[in-house]
């Protein structure tokens, strides 16, 4: 199992509960300390059930990503094909920051099973269980100016939409700019970052988060409002994380190789088509105002066109929209 003395005696007494009392004994600990031990262990992905006087049972162990099932079902020429895996990170962003100043190059993929410290847009925190989700980022160095990274940020949204539809079935939505939403609830998080030289790009590491197999337990009752896993969305199917990583790499050269050669004009068709924000009344909050309207579109940079009552057309370059 792994070299955990808690998880070896677990391993031992497979199927049988386990009394805290047994546990402080063998381990020369205290009960709370044992309790800590086993929650520490739950946030790492293992599934106990503990009963009163019986103590803990080990019911289920973590869903390690399996790198070799993954490959055979990439289909890229670049993209994914320089692989990193590690079991715990701040953020995969982060580790992507210094594989790109030890010389990695386009395509690098890299892959967490939990993020300690996973950040979103606007410095949000993102929540990383173990074993649960896809937490992942991919470096690309396209030749365009630096203004173009809210179309690659779009097109990150489309691609990943797009491979999710045809995985899972489900009609999954993208709220203006890259929020990935089930009946209104977050499935995805995108996050582009960047660096530029003379206005033209240097590099782009497009971190990104899925909620796969996460239940409503596994998270922060904060989310359970707005956040939402493909689980959970299909009353408890478990997906192959392997399959669902895959096909949005696949997809997602696709789509980058389409923009590379045709520019913007097929993305923004393809965002348009799989957008929930337009032909809505919508709220732009920004840093130091809001904004309102009909949202009738995006332009060719990727701004929010809206439509204001007094028929003036405004364009929203950043921001949240409400829905």
Not at 29 to 57: H, M, N
Not at 278 to 289: D, G, S, T
Request: glycine share 8%; proline share 3%.
């Amino acid at each position: 199992m792994n070299n955990d003395p808690l998880l070896a005696i677990f391993e031992k007494n497979q199927d049988k509960f386990v009394s805290g009392e047994q546990l402080s004994i063998a381990l020369s600990c205290s009960r709370t300390a044992i309790w800590k031990k086993i929650q520490k262990l739950t946030k790492d992905g293992y599934l106990f059930e503990a009963v009163p006087r019986l103590g803990y049972k080990l019911i289920g162990v973590p869903d390690r990503f399996d790198m070799v099932k993954f490959a055979t079902k990439l289909r890229t020429v670049r993209l994914g094909k320089s692989q990193t895996y590690v079991d715990e990170t701040t953020s995969t962003q982060d580790l992507m920051r210094t594989l790109i100043t030890n010389g990695a190059k386009e395509g690098r993929l890299v892959i967490a099973e939990s993020q300690t410290l996973g950040r979103g847009r606007l410095g949000r925190s993102w929540h990383s269980p173990a074993g649960k989700g896809l937490w992942f980022s991919v470096l690309l160095q396209p030749t365009v100016p630096l203004r173009a990274i809210s179309q690659l940020t779009l097109l990150t949204a489309v691609a990943l939409c797009k491979s999710l539809r045809a995985e899972t079935g489900l009609k999954i939505g993208i709220k203006w700019p890259n929020d990935l939403l089930i009946d209104g609830k977050k499935i995805s998080g995108i996050l582009l970052e960047s660096m530029a030289e003379d206005d033209r790009i240097q590099f782009v590491i497009a971190g990104i988060g899925i909620s796969v197999n996460l239940t409503q337990d596994d998270f922060p009752v904060a989310l359970h409002p707005i956040a939402t896993s493909l689980r959970i969305a299909t009353k408890n199917h478990v997906f192959s994380r392997e399959d669902i990583l895959a096909s949005f790499i696949n997809e997602y050269e696709a789509l980058y190789d389409t923009y590379l050669l045709n520019g913007f004009s097929p993305i923004q068709k393809l965002w348009e088509q799989m957008s929930v924000t337009l032909n809505q009344h919508v709220r732009v909050q920004q840093l130091n105002q809001t904004l309102e309207g009909y949202a009738v579109g995006i332009d060719e940079q990727g701004a929010l066109l809206l439509r204001q009552s007094n028929g003036d057309l405004i364009r929203c370059y950043s921001g949240d929209t409400d829905r």
